[in-house]
């Protein structure tokens, strides 16, 4: 029981801003909320056994892995392409449910493809690149003699 109200107590502070009035802390102290329940979710995470099997999970390991494309593209998506997908949703129904959770998918697949994409040609070579030049760098460093310091 304490680590599930750790969790409510830590998603509770953590949407502070949006469950609270502004005037109730001002904004330093929704800063400091949110701060803090994060923390506490991390914590729960930490010390659940349980929630990290679920985290685990090969799906959402492959978002986490693709997470930083997907901050990336996300936002040119919403702007530049889902009111496209919405008009041609439109012309399917005007059931407004319908409009939103399949304009929600759809935008949803677009983002997660192509942020696959980025990740296996932008990411990964930069990740070998990386390495590589952290190798070649730290061999440079062990073929250099080394000079005993003077007294």
């Not at 998603?11 to 102290?29: I, K, N, R, V």
């Not at 040609?121 to 000079?147: I, K």
């Amino acid at each position: 029981w304490q680590r599930r109200l750790l969790l409510w107590l830590g998603a509770l502070l953590y949407t502070c801003a949006t469950l609270l009035p502004d005037q109730w802390f001002g904004e330093q102290g929704v800063w400091i909320g949110t701060g803090l329940g994060a923390g506490m979710i991390l914590i729960f995470v930490l010390v659940s056994e349980r929630t990290q099997l679920f985290l685990s999970n090969p799906v959402l390991r492959w978002i986490g892995k693709v997470s930083y494309s997907t901050y990336l593209i996300h936002m040119a998506i919403l702007i530049c392409l889902t009111p496209y997908l919405l008009y041609l949703l439109e012309s399917v129904s005007d059931n407004r449910l319908f409009l939103w959770f399949g304009g929600w998918l759809s935008t949803m697949a677009v983002v997660q493809g192509l942020s696959l994409i980025c990740y296996r040609l932008l990411e990964v070579p930069s990740m070998v690149a990386g390495r590589w030049v952290a190798d070649t760098v730290c061999s440079f460093r062990a073929r250099q003699p080394r000079t005993a310091a003077k007294d």
